[in-house]
């Protein structure tokens, strides 16, 4: 199916599912109770029923609480799971949860009436409120209450599910007792201004408090929290206290974490206010094989594509193919960035690429990424990392990841992007859910302007890859959905050899750069205003470049470097 029209239907979709709860949403009476029981999964399983074995019960994502369902759609299973409550004859119940996931159904079954459901295409990788109203028939005392995915969909999940109506003598879930106190409280991520506190979740809980040096200082609804504005080279005490409902447990055992000394005694280089970036192949296909050393001097970010996964979620190592890059050692490697640094040159590690498996979807794992690309970064002279994962990424846990890192590499890290065009057509999505986030220490966005099918610019017109309107209405997207121009690149392929589709030669980028910066050189879409600050542009690869004769470098080089 033609990916637009797959995007309009999506589209069309999810206006639908949002009518039919705001249609079907219902107020609860204040005599009201919820007859389901372990609604929120607190304690597992119990009273559930999943088809095919199909459910489990996670930690993260949580809606509230210390747990949520996941089930996992297989064949022709769509990973139902449901519970039969009892409730009063001839009474109105309003059906509600909270959804992770596409393709999320809610209903109810054997109300003596007529059975309801409700669904929704998708929730943007955020929670997203499901609810319904349904009404007993006058001999009714139980119904099935459940929810499912759909056929060849991923995992969803399913937090707070309730049934809030008159009491039909089947009982409820005690109220909530106050929780423990948090445990394996520790302190991570020094730099000179900021520490990082994490701890084990505490069962019941509907968040948590932070106190630095006995005064509370921050509200969270999970680990870990960063605590910023300290001074360099300075000790603070800190304790986790978790609450719900019924009020605050008690403070966890203190523990002390000391900020450094107060910068980075080796930064790295700073970016230029216009940058050239390349991706440097750690692998040979055909494109002309290079050391680091090789890259021309008009790259100013050198992204070495790329970091390989491991076993332990999260994280990353790096593995430098010396056989297949004519005999490159290591100690060459790093020898060739630490000179490339000397330059005025940011050499950075690329995670991802059209292969890539890594997965950041919890606090583990994205302590994980945090944690082995800082110590690559200290291992090979690596000045940042580059997000290139196709596969998607999950936002609030990319975002905990970068910004670990962040608190321990300092204000020097460059963090640089490789979204597809799908990725940052929308706010809600998640690479543009992560930059946003990340706002204060991203670099740039190189948003990849090939192998995609026509998208829409920010003009609300479609456009089809290979022109100067492409970029440029596509760009305009990030420059007017928050982005600074500083962080905006355009991304493209050196040669048609570096991609399936979306070659442009260096003059309709060059035309693309005059258009968003000044206003020049345009096609038939023309922004409203000019971005001078427009950070500049991306190529995939140094090699092909290399490969064709330098012609993209050569050309598309001093015009990012001459932008005003």
Not at 132 to 146: E, L
Not at 273 to 279: F, I, S
Not at 331 to 336: E, R, S
Not at 417 to 445: C, E, H, R, W
Request: with cysteine.
């Amino acid at each position: 199916m033609n990916r637009i029209r797959s995007l309009a239907l999506l589209g069309a979709a999810t206006l639908t599912a949002g009518g039919l709860t705001a249609l079907a949403a219902g107020t609860a009476q204040a005599a009201d109770v919820n007859v389901v029981r372990n609604g929120g999964f607190e304690s597992g399983l119990a009273n559930w029923t999943c088809t095919s074995g199909s459910g489990t019960v996670v930690s993260a994502p949580v809606h509230g609480g210390a747990a949520a369902l996941k089930a996992t759609p297989a064949g022709q299973d769509s990973a139902q799971c449901s519970q039969t409550v009892t409730v009063k004859p001839n009474s109105t119940y309003t059906l509600s949860e909270q959804v992770q996931g596409s393709y999320v159904y809610l209903g109810v079954t054997g109300t003596g009436t007529q059975d309801v459901s409700t669904w929704t295409p998708g929730s943007g990788g955020g929670w997203q409120q499901l609810s319904t109203t349904f009404t007993t028939g006058a001999n009714t005392t139980q119904v099935t209450v459940w929810t499912h995915g759909w056929y060849g969909q991923p995992a969803y999940v399913v937090d707070d599910f309730s049934v809030f109506g008159p009491d039909g003598g089947g009982g409820t879930d005690p109220g909530p007792s106050v929780p423990g106190a948090p445990g394996g409280t520790a302190v991570s991520g020094q730099s000179a201004n900021a520490l990082t506190l994490s701890w084990n979740a505490v069962s019941g809980a509907s968040g948590y408090y932070v106190y630095q040096d006995g005064v509370r200082v921050k509200t969270v609804t999970g680990s870990p929290a960063q605590i910023t504005g300290l001074a360099a080279a300075t000790s603070y005490s800190f304790q986790v206290s978790a609450y719900n409902a019924a009020g605050e447990g008690p403070k966890s055992a203190a523990v002390t974490g000391t900020t450094t000394g107060g910068g980075n005694p080796n930064p790295n280089p700073s970016v230029p206010k216009h940058a050239l970036t390349g991706y440097w192949q750690n692998f040979n296909n055909g494109a002309t094989v290079q050391k680091i050393s090789d890259v021309p001097s008009q790259y100013d970010i050198i992204a070495v594509s790329f970091a390989d996964a491991t076993a332990t979620p999260g994280a990353i190592t790096f593995n430098l193919d010396s056989a297949g890059l004519g005999g490159y050692t290591v100690a060459q490697f790093k020898a060739d960035i630490a000179a490339k640094k000397a330059a005025g040159k940011s050499v950075i590690l690329s995670v991802g690429g059209e292969k890539g498996t890594i997965s950041v979807n919890d606090s583990t794992s994205a302590n994980n990424l945090a944690n082995s690309a800082y110590a690559l970064m200290q291992e090979y002279g690596f000045g940042g990392i580059d997000i290139d994962l196709e596969n998607g990424l999950n936002p609030t846990y990319m975002t905990q990841a970068l910004r670990s890192l962040s608190a321990k590499a300092g204000s020097s890290l460059v963090i640089t992007m490789a979204p597809q065009t799908i990725d940052m057509q929308s706010t809600a999505g998640g690479y543009f859910k992560t930059a946003l986030n990340i706002k204060d220490i991203l670099t740039v966005v190189n948003m990849q302007y090939y192998n995609s099918g026509a998208m829409n610019g920010c003009d609300g017109k479609v456009y089809s890859q290979g022109s100067v309107d492409f970029l440029t209405a596509l760009a305009c997207i990030q420059l007017e959905g928050g982005l600074d121009p500083s962080q905006v690149g355009i991304g493209v392929p050196a040669s048609p050899s570096g991609a399936g589709s979306g070659y442009v030669s260096p003059t309709i980028v060059n035309n693309a750069l005059d258009c968003l910066a000044r206003g020049t050189n345009c096609g038939t879409f023309k922004p409203s205003r000019t971005y001078p600050g427009l950070r500049g542009a991306m190529t995939w690869s140094t090699n092909w470049d290399a490969k064709a004769g330098g012609a993209w470098s050569n050309s598309v080089g001093p015009k990012v470097h001459a932008l005003p």
